[in-house]
């Protein structure tokens, strides 16, 4: 059930730190609901002696509406394969625990824990936006990543539907893009993306980081599930839209044993790309997955924990350019070896496709003159 709501939350008790909860965090990734770590108080929930906490009600989502005053995301980073991006919504309901973008939710003064999957922000002139960034006549043209904070294709999308009027945007311009989803809804827009597809102006990637319902359901809890991500795939290659499929993120010693297994299997359905990213864990987000890793494996925690150290240098994050992506150490490089050799014998990645921006064009605008030629 959503809230809607229009005006910006205030940080108050519903944001602050409380403890474990089986009401509010039914459904849910986080464990907890730290403060962000730009605010000076927190506030902790606590039984008054006459079981006050057992009258909290389960947790809804909000949503709350941001209007920007541009949309296309610009980075300079020598990690990632593009240099700007759309996010249509802020926050993620599909609460995934170990997501590196809860950190963002501080800047809006909420928690990254359970705030950050139940409190989302819809963006909905971002369609306007973009068609006013792409008439720009100084605008040149490279592949838009959607979904490289949160998921385009999370459940609102259902109803707000601001990432399918984001790719009517990109197809009347002919402008190239690629789709980053854990959601089998992406293919609700398989006749928007079959006709660029055959431009060669769209990819999408599919994240599967587990084929174990169970443990995928724990990491990400209102995702689609693995096998429907995996008919996503198939649904998609059959449509003949170029499908990668992403193990974003493996986590040493929780997930690292099904790197071969997924790669089969997004093979079979379809997938002719693949790629990979090692469990990254900045700001708040250590905190909330070693809460969440000790309540789920506590038969394991503190070996997930040696590992992922093992790959960062001694840390539980790295964040310098060259290594954040994919981690260091014996042990990443066994990991990546595993992954480039299982893919080199499915004959993932033997060829990549690169999207067009040549065809890229601006329609004439109303109250422009048209050229007579």
Same mark, same amino acid.
């Given at each position: 059930?959503?809230?809607? *709501?229009?005006?910006?939350?205030?940080?108050?008790?519903?944001?602050?730190?409380?403890?474990?909860?089986?009401?509010?965090?039914?459904?849910?990734? &986080?464990?907890? #609901?730290? &403060?962000?770590?730009?605010?000076?108080?927190?506030?902790?929930?606590v039984d008054d002696g006459w079981e006050s906490l057992a009258e909290i009600p389960r947790l809804k989502t909000e949503i709350f509406t941001e209007t920007p005053k541009t949309i296309i995301a610009r980075n300079q980073s020598p990690d990632i394969s593009f240099d700007r991006s759309i996010n249509p919504y802020r926050g993620c309901e599909h609460g995934c625990v170990y997501c590196y973008a809860r950190p963002s939710h501080s800047y809006m003064g909420l928690s990254p824990g359970l705030d950050f999957e139940s409190k989302l922000f819809i963006k909905p002139n971002a369609a306007a936006l973009l068609r006013g960034e792409l008439t720009a006549t100084n605008y040149e043209p490279r592949t838009i990543a959607l979904g490289s904070? @949160?998921?385009?294709?999370?459940?609102?999308?259902? @109803?707000?539907?601001?990432?399918?009027? *984001?790719?009517e945007v990109l197809s009347e311009? /002919?402008?190239?893009?690629?789709?980053?989803?854990?959601? &089998?809804?992406?293919?609700?827009? *398989?006749?928007?993306?079959?006709?660029?597809?055959?431009?060669?102006?769209?990819?999408?990637?599919?994240?599967?980081?587990?084929?174990?319902?169970?443990?995928?359901?724990a990491m990400e809890p209102r995702?689609?599930?693995?096998?429907?991500?995996? &008919?996503?795939?198939?649904?998609l290659s059959k449509a003949g839209i170029p499908t990668v499929v992403m193990m974003g993120p493996i986590i040493p010693g929780l997930n690292d044993h099904e790197i071969e297994s997924i790669l089969k299997a997004a093979y079979a359905a379809g997938a002719r790309e693949a790629g990979y990213t090692m469990l990254r864990l900045p700001f708040e987000v250590k905190d909330i997955f070693k809460d969440w890793l000790v309540k789920e494996f506590p038969d394991r925690a503190e070996k997930v924990?040696?590992?992922?150290?093992?790959?960062?240098?001694? /840390?539980? #994050?790295?964040?310098?350019?060259?290594?954040?992506? @994919?981690?260091?150490?014996?042990?990443?490089w066994t990991i990546g070896r595993?992954?480039?050799?299982?893919?080199?014998?499915?004959?993932? #990645?033997? /060829?990549?496709? /690169?999207?067009? @921006?040549?065809?890229f064009e601006r329609p004439p605008q109303v109250g422009e003159q048209l050229s007579l030629i």
């Open positions: 059930m959503h809230t809607l *709501i229009t005006m910006r939350p205030s940080v108050g008790f519903e944001s602050g730190a409380f403890t474990s909860l089986p009401q509010l965090e039914r459904g849910r990734g &986080a464990r907890s #609901n730290p &403060a962000g770590r730009f605010e000076t108080l927190s506030e902790e929930m904070n @949160t998921d385009p294709y999370q459940p609102i999308e259902r @109803t707000y539907r601001i990432t399918r009027s *984001i790719i311009f /002919k402008h190239p893009f690629g789709i980053v989803t854990k959601s &089998a809804s992406v293919c609700r827009d *398989i006749d928007l993306l079959k006709p660029m597809a055959e431009q060669g102006l769209v990819k999408v990637a599919l994240s599967i980081t587990s084929l174990d319902p169970k443990l995928a359901r995702a689609s599930t693995p096998t429907k991500r995996l &008919a996503a795939i198939e649904a924990m040696s590992l992922v150290k093992s790959v960062r240098g001694g /840390k539980e #994050n790295d964040p310098e350019f060259g290594t954040r992506m @994919t981690g260091s150490g014996p042990y990443a595993r992954f480039q050799l299982a893919a080199q014998r499915l004959g993932l #990645n033997a /060829k990549r496709v /690169k999207l067009r @921006t040549d065809l």
